[in-house]
C-alpha cells in the first residue's frame, strides 16, 4: 500500500492534534474529506463511477455477461472482482507491486458481497442451471491519497446503482429446446437494487483515539485499523483487522459504533448524490477525466 515517511516530530504533531479532535487538515475524528462521485463516465461498460476523496482516486467499471450459474447456487447470478493498482497511483505499485493489494482488496469485496442480503441474485438468474447474469466489477486504482477501501466502497455501489443489464426473454419451441431474446430497445433494462449494498468505513486507532477517513501521514501513525462494512440501516456485515498493532475489545466496541453512526450518514449522502445526479438526466454535465 502507498505510505509516506514521517519524522518522529510531525507523527507526535498529528497524534497530540488526534488527542484534541483537531486534525492538521481542520477535520474532527469522525469527518470525511469532500467525495467527489461521477456515474456513466466510461462508455463502454454496463455501469461505471469515478470517485475522489481528497488525493485518492478511483475508477469502477462493471459489465454485465451471460454465464453459467454455480453449481451451489444454480438459481442465482453472481459477481467477479478484479482489482488492478495502476503504477501511476503509487511507485510501488511499478512491476508486480501492486499484486498483493490487489488481490487484498478484491478478497475483501468477495467477503462483503457474500451474503444473500447485499444484492438480489436471484434477479440476475436467467435460466436456471443453464444461464445467468455474471457481473464482472473492474477496479481501478488511479491514485492513492489514503483510506483506500472506502473510496473504492463507494465507487462499486455507485457504479452497481449505475449498471443497467438488457432484458431477456427465454423463448420455448415444441421440441423443448430454449432461446434467448435480448431485447432491442437499449432502454428496457433491468435496475439492481443496491440499498443493501453496505459500504467499508476505516477506523485508523491514532494514540488513544480512533479517526476516519484517513490520510497517508494519518495512516503511517497509526498500527492498528478496523474495517467495518456498515448498511445504510447502520448493520455491520463484515469486520476486518488491519495493520499490525493489537486493538483492546472496549477500543473495538468504540470503533463499531462509530462506525455504525458515520455509515448511516455517508450512505444517506450517497444516495442523494446518485439520485440527484440521475434526476439531471441527459442534461447532466460530464465531468470525466477532464476534471
Known sequence: MASVALS??????I?????????????????????????????????????KLGHTDILV????EMGMPKLEQPNEGYLEFFVDCSANATPEF????????????????????????SIDLKSLCINPREHCWVLYVDVLLLECGGNLFDAISIA??????????????????????KDIELSDDPYDCIRLSVENVPCIV?????????????????????LASLLVSVTSKGVVT???????????????????????????????????VLHKEESLGPKRQKVGFLG
Not at 20 to 47: A, W
Not at 158 to 163: H, I
Request: hydrophobic share 30%; with cysteine.
Open 61 to 64: 467499471g462493471v459489465k454485465a
Open 94 to 117: 511499478e512491476g508486480r507491486g501492486g499484486d498483493d493489494l490487489g488481490t487484498e482488496i478484491a478478497n475483501t469485496l468477495y467477503r462483503i458481497f457474500n451474503n444473500k442480503s
Open 202 to 222: 476505516t477506523l485508523c486507532k491514532i494514540g488513544c483515539r480512533h479517526v476516519v477517513d484517513a490520510t497517508l501521514q494519518e495512516e503511517a501513525c497509526s
Open 8 to 13: 518522529e516530530a510531525e507523527k507526535v504533531y
Open 156 to 177: 462499486v455501489k455507485a457504479a452497481l446503482f449505475n449498471t443497467r443489464i438488457p432484458r431477456v426473454r427465454v423463448l420455448e419451441d415444441e421440441e423443448g429446446s
Open 238 to 272: 463484515c469486520v476486518r483487522k488491519v495493520g499490525k498493532g493489537s486493538l483492546d475489545p472496549e477500543s473495538i466496541f468504540e470503533m463499531m459504533e462509530t462506525s455504525k453512526r458515520v455509515g448511516k450518514v455517508l450512505h444517506t449522502s450517497l444516495q442523494s
Open 15 to 51: 497524534v497530540h492534534g488526534v488527542q484534541e479532535d483537531l486534525r492538521v487538515d481542520g477535520r474532527g475524528c469522525e469527518d470525511y474529506r469532500c467525495v467527489e462521485v461521477e456515474t456513466d463516465v466510461v462508455s463502454n461498460t454496463s455501469g461505471s463511477a469515478r470517485v
